[in-house]
């Protein structure tokens, strides 16, 4: 009689589950691998709002260095605008002009825009649109500096009508996911101001 040989050469059930152990190992390393990276990438380029904000005060305190008095252009402020007669990038003559830059404070949007406006774009109402520079702003005003003569001190004041310049312009503002008691503030000296 013969006998017919059958080849083992099939895995057995533990080896498969060795198998799909390791598989399953080596495919929880690469997933979280790939899962670390992709949240430092976000990280990294999640803009950061110290780095927005020291923009945002180097573009205040170079517009109130380059303020001028101006008796077409008046500085103006309140607790949420700042109007400012300075020096602006025309586009149309291509050349630093005379114009207004404008701050203000959105409190339902937390946001702040900045909108330059040219000597032939005030004359023709043209107005461009503002551009952001700060988001998630929880509370914002600008407060303003001056001497007194009848009191013959120094104060501040919230609303800015006179027809000269104060002394300086003081920011303070808080950011949405800051602390409650975090709080930036920032006085910004205006080299002309009398």
């Known amino acids: 009689m013969r006998f017919i040989r059958k080849n083992n050469s099939g895995f057995s059930l533990v080896e498969l589950l060795v198998v ?35 923009i945002f005060f180097d573009k205040l305190a170079q517009d109130l260095s380059n303020c001028l008095h101006s008796a077409n252009i008046p500085f103006s402020g309140s607790l949420n605008t700042l109007t400012i007669p300075t020096l602006v990038f025309s586009p149309r003559l291509k050349i630093k002009s005379l114009g207004s830059v ?15 406006k040219d000597f032939s774009q005030l ?3 043209q107005q461009e649109s503002p551009v952001l520079l700060l988001k998630e702003i929880r509370f914002f005003r600008f407060e303003y500096y001056y001497f007194d003569a009848e009191k013959q001190t120094y104060l501040w ?12 312009v003081r920011v303070v503002l808080g950011f949405n996911d800051s602390d409650e008691n975090n709080q930036f503030i920032r006085t910004i000296s205006v080299p002309i101001g009398a």
Do not use: C, H
């Open 20 to 54: 799909m152990v390791m598989l399953s190992v080596i495919s929880l390393a690469i997933y979280s691998t790939f899962n670390n990276g992709f949240k430092i990438w976000q990280k990294v380029n999640q803009p950061l709002e110290q780095q927005d904000l020291g």
């Open 102 to 116: 404008d701050y203000f404070y959105d409190p339902q949007a937390g946001f702040v825009y900045r909108q330059t």
């Open 123 to 125: 004359y023709n109402r």
């Open 157 to 168: 004041q919230e609303e800015w009508l006179s027809t000269g310049l104060p002394l300086a």
